[in-house]
């Protein structure tokens, strides 16, 4: 039998009622600016970017995750307006809390550790931790018709996040696989 690789990702998500809202903000995009990409997620702050692992092997990946939240505790979060990343992305900003950063680099390091888990791309840039509502198919030239509208734009929620979420590829979309109580 062939080992299937599968692509997965760790985040945080927010309660089902900032998810709403912030579906919501993604449909405008999507019928406004023709941007509907990040329809393809839940909404979330991504703490591990996608990552190939067998899916045979899952329970391993499973194992790590639950021993490395079973140390933590819940951590607040704090959604502060919309910023972006020119010219292609817009989204709700995440203000940088230690406790945020400081979970995000312990879970880098350990999945780095122990599962060998890294994402080169990552590993020269700081964590910008951010909820995406447009990007990949937001042309350039619809960002700069989105973003001033946009980047005045109140939005405001705090919520505490007591697990993690590991999402899981497939056909076409990013679905919750399991999360993993702090």
Known sequence: MVNSR?????????????????NQIKQYFSDRYASSHAQKSPPHITLQPPFEWNRESVEVLEEFLDRFA?????????????????PRVIFVNVLKT?????????????????LGIVDERSQGRPFAPHMTVAFKDLTRQNFKAAWPEFQDKPFQAEFIVNQLTLLIHSNGRWNIFKEFSF
Request: glycine share 4%.
């Open 70 to 86: 079973i140390d933590r505790g819940p951590i607040p979060i704090t959604l502060s307006g919309f910023a972006a990343f020119p």
């Open 6 to 22: 599968t692509l997965f990702f760790i985040a945080l998500l927010p309660p089902v009622s900032i998810q709403e809202e912030v």
């Open 98 to 114: 230690p406790e945020l950063l400081n979970l995000q680099a312990d879970l880098a390091n350990y999945l780095k550790t122990t």
